[in-house]
Nanobody, 124 residues
Framework: QVQLVESGGGLVQTGGSLRLSCAAS????????MGWFRQAPGKGREFVAT????????YYADSVKGRFTVSRDNAKNTVYLQMNSLKPEDTAVYYC?????????????????WGQGAQVIVSS
């Protein structure tokens, strides 16, 4: 099992940047593929980014490609989401997720561990 805690959310103006962190505890972090999802008000949860166990491969939703970067530090049991050039449509609760397996995982039902979420608000 793994426990996930997100941090780093907040309020930022359009064009600004934020970095989310997701700290993991429990089972060996390097064994998990990690993902980021988000849920905007009144909408379902959507895929944002994923990173493989060793960090060698990443994959992004088209809506964030070129603006967001996912990375991980297995020594610190932490995954990050660097968000640049933020837009009002990026406003959402951001969740990190984990699955004990290797691969590119982009669907919500592929993950079985979730954090509590971090609110990101981008003002226009």
């Amino acid at each position: 099992q793994v426990q996930l805690v997100e941090s780093g959310g907040g309020l930022v103006q359009t064009g600004g940047s934020l970095r989310l962190s997701c700290a993991a505890s429990g089972r060996t972090f390097s064994g998990y593929t990690m993902g980021w999802f988000r849920q905007a008000p009144g909408k379902g949860r959507e895929f944002v980014a994923t990173i493989t166990r060793g960090g060698g491969t990443t994959y992004y939703a088209d809506s964030v490609k070129g603006r967001f970067t996912v990375s991980r530090d297995n020594a610190k049991n932490t995954v990050y989401l660097q968000m640049n050039s933020l837009k009002p449509e990026d406003t959402a609760v951001y969740y990190c997720a984990a699955r004990w397996m290797s691969g590119i995982l982009t669907r919500e039902n592929e993950y079985n561990y979730w954090g509590q979420g971090a609110q990101v608000i981008v003002s226009s």
